[in-house]
Each structure stands twice: as C-alpha cells, then as structure tokens.
C-alpha cells in the first residue's frame, strides 16, 4: 500500500497470502457497489471510496454475496413449494446475519487488534520488498 491509500492488486494479494484471481473479482465487485475506486495504469491501484466509518460490514456483504438466495425456489418443481417454511426461515436467518454484520463499520475492524495485526503485515511485507533477493 502507498502513502496516499492507493494499492494494487498484485500487491495486496501477495500481503495477504490470497489468489489475486479471486481478490480481482472482489474488488470489481467492491468497485461496482462503490467501496472502493479504481485507477487503471502504471500509478494505478485501488483505495477506499468512503471513509472507515462510513463502511458497514453487513452492506459489504449483502452487496458481494447478495441476499435472499441461499434456497432458489425457482430452480426446478420443488413438492413443497406451497407449503414450506424453510425459504421464509434461512431468509429471516440471512437478514439477522447482515443486521449483526451492519453493528460494525470497518473503523471499528481496524481499531481493534485486526487493525493492529493489518499494520502489521503491511509493514512486513515492505520490509520483504525493500530487502535484495540473495
């Protein structure tokens, strides 16, 4: 990560030990719902579009995973379509699950010890790419 937010995808893969694949998917993703902005080119990368605070963890998700999915009852005649809850309950369960995500913002993740432990890794990782090869 740069002095001025900006970070590249290559970059934050390697930090974070994560397939630059999937980690590329995300940020269209996170880009799309307006997270975070991305700028194309040789000074390019990706940074936060809103302030930490601003950042609710449960909106993030909803946006990402999408909700009221996890049963398709479209998908193909199901014998209890006219009379099943389970639908209505994993639906109900997937709401709680985003409302308790939405009680913390990402200021509150990286105030507390994850915040700490990102630093961290961050830090690490320079000192890893600031030291020659032998």
Same mark, same amino acid.
């Given at each position: 990560?740069?002095?001025? $937010?900006? =970070?590249?995808?290559?970059?934050? %893969?390697?930090? @974070?030990?994560?397939?630059?694949?999937?980690?590329?998917? #995300?940020?269209?993703? &996170?880009?799309?719902? *307006? @997270?975070?902005? =991305?700028?194309? $080119?040789?000074?390019?990368?990706?940074?936060? #579009?809103?302030?930490?605070?601003?950042?609710? !963890? *449960?909106?993030?998700?909803?946006? &990402?995973?999408?909700?009221?999915? !996890?049963?398709?009852?479209?998908?193909?005649? +199901?014998?209890?379509?006219?009379? +099943? &809850?389970?639908?209505?309950? !994993?639906? %109900?369960?997937?709401?709680? @699950?985003?409302?308790? !995500?939405?009680? @913390?913002?990402?200021? /509150?993740?990286?105030? /507390?010890?994850?915040? #700490?432990?990102?630093?961290?890794?961050? #830090?690490?990782?320079?000192?890893?790419?600031?030291?020659?090869?032998?």
């Amino acid at each position: 990560m740069k002095a001025d $937010g900006w =970070a590249t995808t290559p970059d934050i %893969a390697r930090t @974070f030990g994560i397939s630059a694949h999937h980690l590329h998917k #995300a940020v269209q993703g &996170l880009v799309r719902a *307006g @997270f975070v902005v =991305a700028k194309q $080119g040789r000074t390019g990368g990706v940074r936060l #579009a809103r302030e930490p605070a601003a950042i609710r !963890l *449960g909106a993030v998700v909803a946006e &990402l995973e999408g909700t009221g999915c !996890l049963i398709d009852c479209g998908r193909g005649p +199901c014998p209890l379509a006219a009379h +099943c &809850l389970i639908k209505h309950a !994993l639906d %109900a369960a997937e709401r709680g @699950f985003i409302r308790e !995500l939405d009680r @913390f913002t990402l200021a /509150d993740v990286l105030a /507390d010890r994850t915040g #700490a432990t990102l630093g961290g890794l961050i #830090a690490a990782d320079r000192a890893r790419q600031k030291t020659p090869s032998a």
